[in-house]
């Protein structure tokens, strides 16, 4: 009740009080004695030194606001441009990476061509690259292409249950590896055991690095079988829940020859070759 | 008269000069120009009225910028500086446009 009161009497009292009553009060003095003589000079110093520093005032703080807009905007260029040239060495240094792995592979393939023992372990060793996914292959198998959804009932608020997520990319691929894929990637990049597949943000990375959609996701594997296996699969499964439920894109089409290339990191941090025994 | 030619000898001097603020007194600028702006508009209406005295002026200009700065000041230190400013740029805005509505009364009579 009052404190509503309150607050208009509050401000109408801020604009009825708006005239200073120092002025009246001060010609209220003028009109009582004799006006006081004071230089003209001074009195015009007065008008004039404080409406100079309102004009200097007002053009500072406009040029401040005006030089900061760009600044931010400059900013925010330099950091997208950064962003851009990272990702850009990266994938300069992991061409590299593949590159120096196949000469590797090369000086490897002609050191143990010597022998029949270093032949055999040449074998063992090509088999297990193919298996950690060391090496690019090639080979016959599935595209599953997935997208976020648009939302079909019209003007109904995108909440994000459209998208797909970090956890559906992760349910597709190992949804792969039970329907028997030996090799997968995602947009290119080469899932392996140790692939971290996360989301950064509104992002979803796989080995760290962003992945834009489209999600196409690869698998080679059998051609007979991979596809009933999988779209019947527990990833198929779910994938279709979503297409119903939430209209997310689900395509799967059988490819003749798909290329996988190799993993990025392949390092092992803990583990260690037991020594001779 | 003299007014017109003070506030464009500022404006051109602040845009020729364009004087770099410290950081530190930056969130206090557009406070003092609104007090400023408060200080000038009672003067013009104190003259549209008949009663304008220049030592008011002075002190009423001089006393606006440097209190609403102080306030705005005290407000950071208590962490309440974005409202407060708020307040002040409210309560001058009503000021300015209570005179702006007087001036406009005496030279138009509407």
């Known amino acids: 009740m009052l404190p509503a009161r309150d607050a208009v009497t509050l401000l109408e009292s801020i604009s009825a009080d708006a005239f200073d009553p120092a002025y009246t009060e001060a010609a209220g003095h003028r009109s009582a004695g004799p006006p006081p003589r004071r230089p003209t000079a001074l009195r015009t110093a007065e008008i004039m030194i404080p409406i100079m520093v309102l004009g200097l005032l007002l053009a500072t703080a406009l040029a401040q606001t005006r030089r900061s807009v760009p600044d931010l905007a400059k900013e925010r260029r330099a950091l997208a441009l950064r962003i851009e040239e990272r990702t850009a060495r990266t994938d300069a240094l992991l061409k590299e990476v593949e590159l120096l792995r196949s000469q590797v592979a090369a000086a490897q393939t002609s050191g143990l061509s010597i022998s029949d023992a270093g032949r055999e372990k040449a074998r063992e060793l090509s088999r297990l690259e193919l298996a950690a996914g060391a090496v690019p292959v090639t080979g016959p198998g599935l595209r599953v292409v997935v997208d976020d959804g648009t939302t079909s009932a019209g003007d109904q608020a995108q909440d994000g249950s459209e998208r797909v997520l970090d956890t559906d990319l992760q349910r597709l691929v190992n949804g792969l590896w039970a329907a028997g894929a030996e090799a997968v990637s995602i947009n290119g990049l080469r899932v392996i055991g140790t692939t971290a597949i996360r989301s950064a943000g509104l992002a979803i990375t796989v080995g760290f690095r962003p992945v834009g959609r489209p999600y196409a996701v690869e698998a080679v594997g059998d051609p007979d079988e991979i596809e009933a296996k999988f779209v019947d699969g527990p990833g198929g499964r779910w994938f279709r829940t979503l297409q119903d439920n939430y209209g997310i894109v689900f395509r799967v089409s059988g490819e003749r020859s798909l290329r996988i290339p190799a993993a990025g990191g392949l390092d092992v941090r803990y583990a260690r070759v037991e020594g001779p025994r | ?81 974005g409202q407060l400013s708020t307040g002040v740029v409210v309560v001058f805005g009503i000021r300015i446009f209570a005179n702006a509505a007087a001036i406009r009364r005496h030279i138009f009579h509407a």
């Not at chain 2, 007090?35 to 030592?55: Q, T």
């Open chain 2, 1 to 81: 008269m003299i007014a017109a030619i003070g506030l464009f000898i500022g404006v051109v001097a602040g845009l020729l000069v364009q004087p770099t603020v410290p950081l530190w007194l930056q969130p206090y600028l557009p406070i003092a120009v609104v007090a400023a702006l408060d200080a000038v508009f009672g003067g013009l209406r104190a003259w549209s009225e008949g009663v304008f005295d220049d030592k008011v002026f002075v002190v009423s200009f001089v006393a606006n910028v440097l209190i609403a700065a102080f306030v705005v000041f005290l407000g950071d230190q208590l962490g309440v500086g």
